[in-house]
C-alpha cells in the first residue's frame, strides 16, 4: 500500500516539474520569437514612417557607442553649391576635422583603371569613406597618385579648402619646388600619418563629396556603430545646375554651348540621356531619404540650394541643429560676411558672393531651348523637390516669377 502511494506521489511531483518546465520553455520561446520576428513599422498616411518612441530610444542607443564624435557627410552634385555648404562646417572651428572632396582621388584612380562594377565601386567607397571618419587614412592613400611615400603627399586634392589640413601642425615649411598652396599661406607636403592624429583629436568630422552616386551605398556607413553619421543632401534646380556647369566646365559643356548657339538639342543625343539619368539617381536617393527607412531615420535631410541662398542664417542653423553640432559665432560670422557681399570678379569656386543674387541667375544665362529640354527629362526630379516649369522665355527671364514652389518633404 505504501509503495502505491509513493508512485503517485512520485508521478504528481514529476508532473509538477514537467509542467513548470513547459511554462519557462514557453516563455524563453516567446521572448526568442518575439526578439527574432520584425516588429511592423507604423505608416502615415504618406506611407511614410511615424516617429515613435521606441525609435528614439534606438537612436540614443547607437549614439552612446560614438563617444560624443559627429559625423556628416554632405552628397550632392557638381554645380549645386556644396562647395557653400561644406563651409559651414569647415568654418565651424578648431573642433571640426572637415575634407573637401578627398573621394576625388578615388575616382580618379578608378576611371583611370576603368573599374565599372557597381557592387566593387560601393565597396571601395564604403572603406575609403569609413576610415576618413575612423581618421585613418591608409586606405585613400592607395588612390593618390602618385603613391605616398612615408605617408607624405602633395597631391592631395582640394587641400586649400580644408582649414583642418592648412593649419598647424599639417602645414609645414613648404619645399623648394613643391607647390602645396593653403588658403592664405603655402605648406609642405602633407604627412597623412600626422593627419590621422590631428582629425582623432576633434570631436567632429564632415566630409563634403560630389562622387558617391546613390544614397544606398551609405547604409553601411550609417549602420556602423562606430559612426553617428548624419547624411545631408543637397539638390539644386537641374536648369540652373546645367547653366553653371556650362560656364564652370566650357570644355566638357562645348556640346551643350553648340546647341544654345543653335536653338535647337538633339532629343535622343547620348548627352541628354545623361543628364536624365543623373537627375534620375538624385531622385531615386531623394525616396530613399524621404521614405524614412529604419537604417535612414533622423539621420537624413534634404536641403535644397535655393533655400540655403534665400535663408542662409536659417537654414545654417537647421543643419546644425540636424547634426547635433553647436552652431559657432565663428560660423555665424562667416555666413554673414559672405551672403551679403558682391565682389568685382567672382571665381566659379568661390564662397563670396551675394547669395540671393546668385540663386536667380542661371535664368539669364540659359536659353529657353535648353531650359526646356531639361524640363523634358527632369521633369519628375523637379516636381519631387518643387521646381516651377516655364513655358516660355518671358517666363524664364521674369524675376518676379519664383520657379520655388514650398518643399513639405524635409
Known amino acids: 500500500m505504501k509503495t502505491k502511494y509513493a508512485i503517485i506521489f512520485i508521478c504528481i511531483v514529476a508532473l509538477v516539474i514537467i509542467e513548470q518546465e513547459t511554462n519557462i520553455l514557453s516563455r524563453v520561446s516567446h521572448e526568442l520569437i518575439q526578439r527574432v520576428t520584425p516588429h511592423p513599422t507604423p505608416q502615415t498616411q504618406q506611407g511614410l514612417p511615424s516617429e515613435e518612441p521606441e525609435e528614439e530610444e534606438d537612436i540614443m542607443d547607437a549614439n552612446s557607442h560614438s563617444g560624443g564624435h559627429k559625423h556628416i557627410l554632405i552628397l550632392a552634385t557638381a554645380r549645386t553649391g556644396s562647395t557653400f555648404v561644406g563651409e559651414f562646417f569647415n568654418q565651424h572651428g578648431d573642433n571640426m576635422f572637415y575634407l573637401y572632396e578627398p573621394m576625388w582621388h578615388v575616382e580618379t584612380k578608378l576611371q583611370a583603371i576603368r573599374v565599372t562594377n557597381g557592387s566593387v565601386l560601393a565597396g571601395i567607397y564604403q572603406d575609403v569613406l569609413r576610415g576618413l571618419f575612423l581618421c585613418d587614412f591608409t586606405p585613400l592613400e592607395k588612390f593618390i597618385c602618385p603613391l605616398p611615400q612615408n605617408h607624405m603627399t602633395s597631391e592631395w586634392f582640394g587641400r586649400r579648402s580644408s582649414m583642418?589640413?592648412?593649419?598647424?601642425?599639417?602645414?609645414?615649411?613648404?619645399?623648394?619646388?613643391?607647390?602645396?598652396?593653403?588658403?592664405?599661406?603655402?605648406?609642405?607636403?602633407?604627412?597623412?600619418?600626422?593627419?590621422?592624429?590631428?582629425?582623432?583629436?576633434?570631436?567632429?568630422r564632415a566630409i563634403k563629396t560630389v562622387r558617391v552616386g546613390h544614397l544606398d551605398i551609405l547604409r553601411p556607413l550609417v549602420e556602423d556603430p562606430r559612426l553617428d553619421l548624419r547624411v545631408i543632401q543637397l539638390v539644386r534646380d537641374p536648369r540652373a545646375i546645367l547653366a553653371s556647369r556650362m560656364a564652370t566646365f566650357p570644355d566638357e559643356y562645348r556640346t551643350w554651348k553648340t546647341w544654345a548657339r543653335q536653338g535647337k538639342v538633339p532629343e535622343d543625343d547620348e548627352h541628354v540621356?545623361?543628364?536624365?539619368?543623373?537627375?534620375?539617381?538624385?531622385?531615386?536617393?531623394?525616396?530613399?531619404?524621404?521614405?524614412?527607412?529604419?537604417?535612414?531615420?533622423?539621420?537624413?535631410?534634404?536641403?535644397?540650394?535655393?533655400?540655403?541662398t534665400h535663408y542662409p542664417m536659417q537654414k545654417a542653423e537647421e543643419i546644425y541643429s540636424f547634426a547635433g553640432i553647436p552652431f559657432t559665432s565663428q560660423a555665424r560670422e562667416w555666413i554673414r560676411t559672405n551672403t551679403q557681399t558682391t565682389p568685382a570678379n567672382i571665381n566659379p569656386f568661390s564662397t563670396n558672393r551675394n547669395s540671393l543674387e546668385q540663386a536667380d541667375k542661371w535664368r539669364f544665362s540659359l536659353p529657353y531651348e535648353l531650359a526646356r529640354v531639361v524640363q523634358m527629362v527632369c521633369g519628375p526630379t523637379m516636381e519631387l523637390f518643387g521646381y516651377s516649369l516655364v513655358d516660355d522665355e518671358k517666363t524664364l527671364v521674369n524675376r518676379s516669377v519664383s520657379l520655388l514652389d514650398p518643399l513639405y518633404l524635409m
Do not use: F
Open 164 to 204: 583642418a589640413l592648412c593649419k598647424k601642425p599639417l602645414c609645414t615649411a613648404e619645399l623648394k619646388d613643391v607647390w602645396n598652396q593653403c588658403n592664405t599661406q603655402s605648406c609642405g607636403p602633407l604627412n597623412l600619418a600626422l593627419a590621422s592624429q590631428s582629425c582623432l583629436t576633434k570631436e567632429h
Open 273 to 308: 540621356k545623361w543628364l536624365k539619368g543623373e537627375c534620375d539617381s538624385v531622385r531615386m536617393s531623394a525616396i530613399v531619404g524621404l521614405s524614412r527607412p529604419h537604417w535612414l531615420r533622423r539621420r537624413y535631410m534634404l536641403l535644397r540650394y535655393e533655400d540655403v
